[in-house]
């Protein structure tokens, strides 16, 4: 959370810094702020609330320097207060300092400085940052010879004294020819290369219209930009040799195109990215083996030893001797996770476990051989699914020292930190997700638990080859079935949406692999229309929930035929008993079946184990237009930020 960036060139740095901010202000939207240093002194604005208040701001004033950094804020020490934005300074101005992470010693820090004469102006953990900069600038005594530069030395003495995760970004006026960045832990920072110009940012959609050429700081790195180029060093001191990579993302990924917001343009996305994710991880000339082909329900086909159908480019050794999985995430990745366990059991046979990342932390699991351990993250930045992996890592470094560590990341962002930490990834390739809440990453993600429960069966033999191929021919159709959808429903679904302006509380229903779906459609409609909205397993409905309801509160039963169907069906009536206005997300054909929902939301028939990539469009369609008629800021909803980055 929160986006930092940093330029130093021959261009007005306030612009380009507001433009980078405009990128990454999906990372926190609550305060901004600037600081640029001109003629040896620093020039900053600060403002409370989204960056076109900072924007505005910036309008008035006249900040033509050619370096300078910025930050846009979530909230963690400090309301979000125009006294709490970032850039924050030491006593004289003379240095500043914009961070995202956490500084978890702060308050010894600060009291500490404060014994020693220092004032604070804002109740944040960063402010210590530019104090201890001023603390080692100004003692002759604490300066080291042989360092790039004074600035780099005080950088460098003062994030070895910081606990915590951290990303920061540092100018000062005295020293008026470089930015000092640095990073600890789990706080993405990148530096872009330009043409006698550098940058850094958060993340790299602040820097691709200035820059393909990119290299990610990693953990426990500090590094100086001047107008000459950028040495990299470890925090130990030692000069490292790194060489940018070149993206492929282009500037217009992050545009909106005709759409209304990102949400709806990544919504309209899907059936093109489910597309391309199966095209890259299935064998196009894979054909099944004629002589395996026939089969009967007592004579299935025998399993092949030939190539799997599926080429996910995953080490051999993740899965030999396989016992069982864990799969750690969060929030939607935990959803998708969720729905991963259903397959894995089902079709590969694998005992799994799925965990909230922020919970197992702190209650891991009793360690197990031949665990192969799973972490979900769209963005792979997120602090809590990186720390239980960091967890596992070592419990497995520790426990089993001859035999792999079984770690798999699942991610739509392979550059990220969740790329640097796990030897295995799967890519998810939906491109660059802006809106907050999660969409076309979220079905890539089932894709990709497809993909690899199919590759665990075909493995270890546990289904049959004609039923891979089954599923297979199921999947490759699915891009088409989501269109239909979009093209028959969306403006269908924009217009039921007006009958809940007023509604207050949800209830999503489903059962089987499709309860996930029900717990997904309601994080979706809480999160950024704010109605309250409860995802359940159908069955349980009768448990206590059932209490909830009354003529106010909308039911949403995903009934898909299949194994759970007339228990869902069943389940359903009990909430229309209960005066429950019931809408039936189901196929067309079985309307006459169906015919107790008040509102119906048709999807595409298809077999039930592929049916929450369906299912989970018209939940999605109906949360965006709900949130979009009550004229809500759909893709940066309050309180949220899309990169979960503090604990
Ligand atoms: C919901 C949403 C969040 C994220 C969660 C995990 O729409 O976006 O619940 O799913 O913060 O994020 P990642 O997948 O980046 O770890």
């Not at 130093?8 to 999906?26: D, H, N, V, W």
């Not at 991880?281 to 054909?287: A, G, K, M, Q, T």
């Not at 998810?428 to 990709?448: C, D, S, W, Y």
Request: glycine share 6%.
């Amino acid at each position: 959370m929160c986006g930092i960036v940093g330029y130093i060139g021959t261009q007005t740095a306030s612009e380009i810094l507001m433009a980078g901010l405009e990128k990454l202000e999906y990372r926190g939207y609550d305060s901004a702020g600037l600081a640029t240093v001109f003629d040896h002194q620093i020039y900053s604005i600060r403002a409370k609330g989204k960056l076109y208040n900072l924007r505005n701001k910036l309008a008035q004033i006249d900040m033509p320097a050619p370096i300078g950094i910025g930050h846009t804020r979530w909230a963690t020490h400090g309301k979000p207060e125009e006294h709490n934005a970032h850039p924050h300074f030491d006593s004289q101005q003379r240095v500043a300092v914009v961070q995202n992470g956490i500084i978890e010693n702060y308050r010894e820090l600060k009291d500490a400085l404060k014994a020693k004469g220092h004032t604070f102006t804002s109740e944040t953990d960063t402010e210590v940052i530019p104090h201890l900069i001023e603390e080692v600038l100004a003692d002759p005594r604490a300066q080291r010879p042989f360092t790039p530069s004074p600035l780099f030395d005080a950088v460098h003495q003062v994030v070895n004294r910081l606990k915590g995760a951290f990303a920061i970004a540092v100018i000062s006026a005295d020293h008026p020819n470089e930015i000092v960045i640095a990073r600890q832990g789990a706080a993405p920072l990148c530096i872009g290369f330009g043409q006698g110009e550098f940058f850094c940012a958060s993340d790299t959609p602040a820097l691709v219209s200035h820059t393909q050429a990119v290299l990610h700081l990693e953990s426990h790195e500090i590094a100086r930009l001047t107008h000459l180029g950028v040495e990299i060093y470890s925090f130990a001191g030692e000069r490292l040799n790194k060489i940018p990579r070149i993206l492929e993302v282009s500037a217009s990924l992050v545009d909106k195109h005709t759409f209304k917001h990102f949400m709806l343009k990544e919504i309209h996305e899907q059936p093109g990215v489910v597309r391309d994710c199966l095209q890259a991880y299935l064998r196009s000339d894979w054909e099944l083996e004629p002589a395996l082909a026939k089969t009967d329900a007592l004579h299935p086909a025998p399993i092949s030893s030939g190539q799997s159908p599926i080429q996910l480019g995953l080490d051999a050794a993740l899965y030999d001797n396989l016992a069982q999985v864990q799969i750690f995430a969060c929030g939607t990745s935990w959803h998708a996770s969720l729905i991963g366990k259903y397959l894995l059991e089902q079709l590969a046979d694998l005992p799994t476990v799925v965990q909230y990342a922020s919970e197992a932390r702190y209650a891991p699991a009793p360690w197990r051989p031949n665990t192969l351990t799973i972490g979900v993250t769209q963005s792979g930045e997120t602090a809590d699914t990186l720390a239980a992996l960091t967890m596992e890592l070592q419990r497995s470094q520790r426990e089993a020292a001859q035999s792999p560590v079984r770690l798999l990341g699942i991610t739509n962002r392979s550059e990220s930190s969740l790329g640097q930490l796990v030897p295995n990834l799967i890519d998810t390739r939906a491109g660059l997700e802006v809106g907050v809440a999660a969409t076309k990453t979220f079905v890539t993600q089932l894709i990709a638990f497809y993909l690899l429960a199919l590759d665990l069966a075909w493995k270890r033999r546990t289904l049959p080859q004609d039923r891979i191929q089954e599923i297979i021919n199921g999947l490759r159709q699915l891009p088409g079935k989501i269109e239909l959808i979009l093209n028959t429903q969306g403006e269908k679904i924009e217009e039921f949406a007006r009958e809940f302006n007023e509604t207050q509380d949800f209830i999503f229903l489903g059962r089987g692999i499709n309860f996930p779906i029900a717990l997904e459609g309601a994080l979706k409609l809480k999160e950024i229309s704010y109605i309250h909205a409860e995802g359940y397993p159908a069955g349980e409905m009768k448990h206590g929930p059932i209490a909830l309801l009354d003529e106010k509160v909308p039911v949403v039963a995903i009934a898909t035929p299949g194994s759970v169907y007339e228990k869902v069906l069943s389940n359903a009536q009990e909430a229309k008993a209960r005066d429950a206005r019931l809408i039936g997300i189901t196929p067309k054909e079985f309307s006459a079946e169906t015919d107790i929902f008040d509102d119906l939301l048709p999807v595409p028939l298809v077999e039930e184990l592929l049916s929450p990539i369906l299912n989970v469009i018209p939940l999605q369609l109906l949360s965006y237009y709900i949130a979009a008629h009550r004229g809500l800021d759909v893709d940066q909803p309050r309180n949220l930020a899309k990169s979960v980055t503090v604990e």
